[in-house]
């Protein structure tokens, strides 16, 4: 879309028509019929609706230019009914594709080379892949472009690992696009929705490509995530740290971490950041990336980040700043339960699923956590997708008064602060029952334990059991033992109840 497009006599242009051929089956940009300020304007006023009362909307921050901004495209190779290869996107809510010449989302030189390996691919006798019949190799095409570098990545998935005359089929592509830095070959023989297999190959190159954001340069592999729009993700992380308001002496902690590129870029500022992130492939990433900018002060731990944090929190271990980057699906539970545990002066959420940032802004509220400050920063122009960043802080008195009370003699004045720590050495501590320990395990493990798992646990560990007298009973039964897996689910629980 040329830029007279955009703008007329300093107005936004409301589109009568479409500019995309495709957009009534492929469902991906719904806010085609709008200008770029409308749809600014109406994702304001859906992120406000659902925030209200939460946190405080600051504004939502557009793109200068919102086209060909997704530096990462994915096509699928496959068959129409009447056989005919084709290559695009699959229909919404279906497994049909929809040929695509040309999106106005996606980057240019990426649709080239993807319209370059389908017209390639008769000369070669390479067939794409029918998920009706199983024949045929080439399933799907994925390309990767570092917007800074320049650097382009291939990625041929393939349902077999057998690709004739792959070597001159890799020449071609090469002879008609000598900017592609790296090819692979990826291998995907299962039956399933899912792009990329386990196994791979590089048939060119090195194998990755590298970018640079916000001043840091990351490696860039098949399977890493890496924010498909970098122009506003140096806004959106810019604003992230901004808020977190680093002065070189916090610790950081950069939760579901992926490649390290939040984390990175804050190491900069912060005395320390530790990275947490559950995928190894990720971490081996992001301990690459930290070398590759000679950062000394970030560490990085394949763990789940809750459990890491509760764990931290046990052993008396601090942090000044998390910042929580969840799925679309949001956040859980537990993982909140964590950071009230471990006590961070703040927390920065950021947030691709503005439902499920909803939902754990309020249960963060009960957890003394309270949003001050958010931003709309549009990573998606055009589709209904909306990325927020949230500054949470914990709620403290705003001061402390200091009274004297008298007790007589002999007992001299006291302080009400001496009061209240008697008061807390000799307050009962809250009950935990088994219902509580079961909720825990099933929220953070996913799985049930039994009420005698449980009560075996405890007594192995020398604790009482008076509040199952049940569960001790059914002990005398013969039964099966809990497995080392639940054992040790059981023992996180008691833990993080401070029960052991």
Known sequence: MQENQKKKRGKPVRHTKSPCPVSGKCGSCQYLHLSYQEQLKAKQNTLSALLKGLCPLCGMIGMDNPYHYRNKVHAVFGCDRRGKPVSGIYEANSHRIVPVESCLIEDEKADEIIGTVRRLLPSFKIRNYDEDTGYGLLRHV?????????????????????????NNFVKALLKEHPDITTIIQNINGRGTSMVLGEKEHTLYGPGYIEDVLCGCT????????????????????????????????????????????????????????????????????????????????????????????????????????????????????????SIAALEPERVIYISCGPDTLARDLRYMKTLGYHAREG????????????????????????????????????????????????????????????????????????????????????????????????????????????????????????HYFAVI
């Open 142 to 166: 994925l390309v990767k472009r570092g917007f800074s570098t320049g650097e382009i990545m291939v990625v041929l998935v393939t349902a077999s690992p057998v690709f004739p005359s792959k």
């Open 218 to 337: 990351f490696r860039i592999s098949s399977k890493s995530f890496y924010q498909v729009n970098p122009v506003q993700t140096e806004i959106l992380y810019g604003k992230a740290l901004e808020m977190a308001g680093l002065t070189g002496k916090e610790t950081v902690i950069d939760a579901y971490c992926g490649i390290g590129t939040i984390g990175i870029i804050a190491s900069k500022k912060a005395k320390e950041v530790i990275g947490i992130e559950l995928n190894p492939d990720a971490v081996r990433d992001a301990v690459q990336n930290a070398r590759r900018n000679s950062v000394s002060n970030i560490r990085f731990y394949c763990n789940d980040a809750g459990r890491f944090m509760t764990e931290m929190a046990r052993r008396k271990g601090k942090a000044d700043v998390v910042i929580m980057d969840p799925p679309r699906t949001g956040s859980t539970k537990a993982f909140m339960d």
């Open 375 to 494: 931003w709309g920063v549009d990573l998606f122009p055009w589709t209904g997708s909306i990325e927020t960043v949230v500054l949470l802080s914990h709620k403290k008195p705003d001061s402390y008064i200091h009274i004297d009370v008298e007790f007589g003699e002999g007992e001299g004045k006291i302080s009400v602060d001496k009061i209240v720590q008697r008061a807390e050495k000799y307050k009962p501590k809250e009950r935990v029952t088994y219902k509580r320990i079961k909720e825990y395990v099933l929220e953070k493990y996913g799985f049930k334990v039994h009420t005698a798992y449980i009560a075996e646990v405890k007594r192995s560990l020398g604790l009482p059991m008076y509040d199952a007298p049940n569960a001790v009973e059914e002990l005398k039964q013969p039964r099966k033992h809990p497995t080392p897996e639940k054992v040790e689910a059981i023992k996180d629980a008691l």
